[in-house]
């Protein structure tokens, strides 16, 4: 798989792999509330946003049920807790394996049928 930006190579394994072990010490490092620990992982100058970085109390956390990467992106999904809501993050990596981006993604309600109710999605 290519950079998904144009002009920049694909980083070695090992950067990929670094940047693997950075997402998951960022959760760590968020749910422990240590910021400094969360900083050293970013790429200078970034910050990867409010839905992320927010810290939901005590006994909140983030459990991360995969994680897939390759190349400059490495996608977490999971679970925030103690609420229990789902949710995909999906980092971009710099060239050094940092952390310079992130996207967090959550799912969309069911459908609702007439009058408010849930619709059952039939397969042909």
């Known amino acids: 798989m290519n950079s998904r930006h144009a002009g920049r190579p694909t980083p070695s394994r ?7 072990d950075h997402v998951r010490l960022a959760y760590h490092y968020l749910d422990t509330g240590d910021l400094d620990g969360y900083g050293s992982l970013l790429h200078a100058g970034t910050a990867l946003g409010a ?7 005590a006994g909140a956390g983030h459990q991360i049920t995969r994680i897939v990467a390759e190349g400059d992106c490495v996608i977490a ?12 993050d999906v980092f ?8 310079r981006d992130c996207r967090r993604y959550y799912p969309a309600p069911p459908p609702t049928g007439p009058g408010g109710d849930r619709a059952e999605l039939r397969v042909p």
């Open 14 to 20: 090992v950067v990929t792999d670094s940047g693997v």
């Open 51 to 57: 839905d992320l970085e927010c810290r939901g109390g």
């Open 77 to 88: 999904m999971g679970r925030l807790a103690p609420q229990q809501s789902e949710f995909v």
């Open 92 to 99: 971009t990596l710099s060239a050094e394996g940092m952390l």
